[in-house]
């Protein structure tokens, strides 16, 4: 499984209009000047896949401003989503029970004879309750169309199970990487190593 594209609006520095990335078959490299993205596009992924709650969170920062506005204004909405392919079903030998989880059963197809993707679309609409930050809420669903003709509220929640099941693990450009990267090893990844008795005596 990978992830084929990502579409946003209303994210950060990305504006009304939708942008839309995709993504190479083995590497994809970001390349920009800065300000031109490259982090706000990586968080993004992080808001739909992230590793933890605090990365999967939506925050007031994540929401863009016009540049003819000084700050939000409540019902301010935005949408992060991925479309995700499933290469290893293309291999001869692969088994489509040992390749797509069960669950994945929100898939579709562009057309007769294309290849099966799943769609997952994050939104978020910022209230102004009163409080400093405001109230955001948030909603991931899955689409079970390729195209735009599809209605919201027809499109069913993508359940926690599944989102966990898709990790995007991001270590940001920082000066202090030490403490990511002690999250890191202390987290899943540290855990689901198989590490031999005696370094585990050691450490």
């Known amino acids: 499984m990978k992830i084929e594209k990502i579409k946003l609006q209303n994210f950060r520095c990305f504006g009304h209009e939708v942008v839309e990335l995709n993504f190479e078959e083995e ?46 204004q409540s019902g301010d909405s935005l949408f992060v989503e991925a479309v995700l392919s499933f290469p290893e079903l293309e291999e001869q030998d692969a088994s489509p029970l040992d390749a797509v989880p069960e669950f994945f059963n929100q898939m579709a197809a562009s057309g007769e004879g294309e290849p099966l993707q799943a769609r997952v679309r994050l939104q978020a609409t910022w209230t102004d309750d009163g409080t400093p930050e405001g109230a955001i809420e948030e909603d991931i669903r899955w689409i079970r169309v390729l195209d735009d003709n599809f209605e919201w509220d027809d499109c069913s929640r993508v359940q926690a199970v599944e989102r966990s099941s898709i990790q995007f693990i991001y270590l940001p450009a920082n000066r202090d990487a030490t403490t990511q990267v002690t999250a890191l090893l202390k987290g899943r990844l540290w855990q689901a190593a198989k590490w031999s008795t005696a370094f585990r005596d050691a450490s």
């Open 27 to 72: 590497l994809s490299i970001l390349v920009g000047g800065n300000g031109s993205g490259k982090t706000a596009m990586l968080q993004a992924v992080s808001r739909l896949f992230g590793t933890s709650p605090a990365q999967r969170s939506v925050q007031r920062r994540d929401f863009h401003i016009p540049i003819d506005r000084q700050e939000l």
